[in-house]
């Protein structure tokens, strides 16, 4: 089965900017989304189709995907930031989530 | 703004059948797009179960398919998920969401609030 692999943990400091790996294999051929979950909240998409931002989202997020990995990106990082944030993909047939990295801004 | 509100028993006996229901708001299921259900043990990752068409179509997750049924109401504009015999590796908090985009590029973009359910006798 297809998986997707993302470090438990990211630190960053406040202003700075956060990158978020997200591995599996020939990814970049595949469509890669992200989604953001804080304690006790549902998730939240955050970027579709690579690269895409839905309405609400800051512009501060943003995402690419080639090769092996895709990559969420958090420029300029506040507080309000911190977070679990996870990958998606879909492959035969399957929704396959990435097992999360949570990001702490200190 | 489409909502979801999960509802079901939130204890539920280990080799029972655990039962839930999402019901959809401010869009009706009958106009598109798969319906899928997500859970999260507590204090772990996502995992995707299913997902389901207005039609009846579905997609399952390989681990889960030989327990997993899900159903659609579009009288009641609600989608069901059933799973069982369940152990108590199954509590989680589990979540209904809208999959939107086609199918290569599928993604969640209204989720519920999830409900938890624990499987203990």
């Known amino acids: 089965s297809y998986e997707l692999t993302q470090p438990p943990s990211v630190s960053v400091s406040p202003g700075q900017t956060a990158s978020i790996p997200c591995s599996g294999d020939?990814?970049?051929?595949?469509?890669a989304c992200w989604y953001q979950q804080k304690p006790g909240q549902s998730p939240v998409l955050v970027i579709y189709?690579?690269?895409k931002r839905p309405s609400g989202i800051p512009e501060r997020y943003s995402a690419s995907n080639s090769g092996n990995t895709a990559t969420l990106t958090i420029s300029g990082t506040q507080a309000m930031d911190e977070a679990d944030y996870y990958c998606q993909a879909w492959d035969s047939s399957t929704v396959v989530f990435g097992g999360g990295t949570k990001l702490t801004v200190l | 703004q489409v909502q979801l509100q999960e509802s079901g028993p939130g204890l539920v006996k280990p080799s029972e059948t655990l039962s839930l229901t999402c019901a959809v708001s401010s869009y009706s299921i009958s106009s598109g797009y798969y319906w899928g259900w997500i859970r999260q043990p507590p204090g772990k990752g996502l995992e995707w179960i299913g997902s389901i068409y207005h039609s009846g179509s579905t997609y399952y997750n390989p681990s889960l398919k030989s327990r997993v049924t899900l159903s659609v109401d579009t009288s009641k504009n609600h989608f069901s998920l059933n799973l069982n015999s369940v152990t108590a590796a199954d509590t989680a908090v589990y979540y209904c969401?809208?999959?939107?985009?086609?199918?290569?590029?599928?993604?969640?973009?209204?989720w519920g609030q999830g409900t938890l359910v624990t499987v203990s006798s």
């Open positions: 969401a809208r999959a939107v985009g086609l199918v290569a590029s599928v993604h969640f973009d209204n």
């Open positions: 020939k990814l970049g051929d595949k469509y």
């Open positions: 189709q690579d690269n």
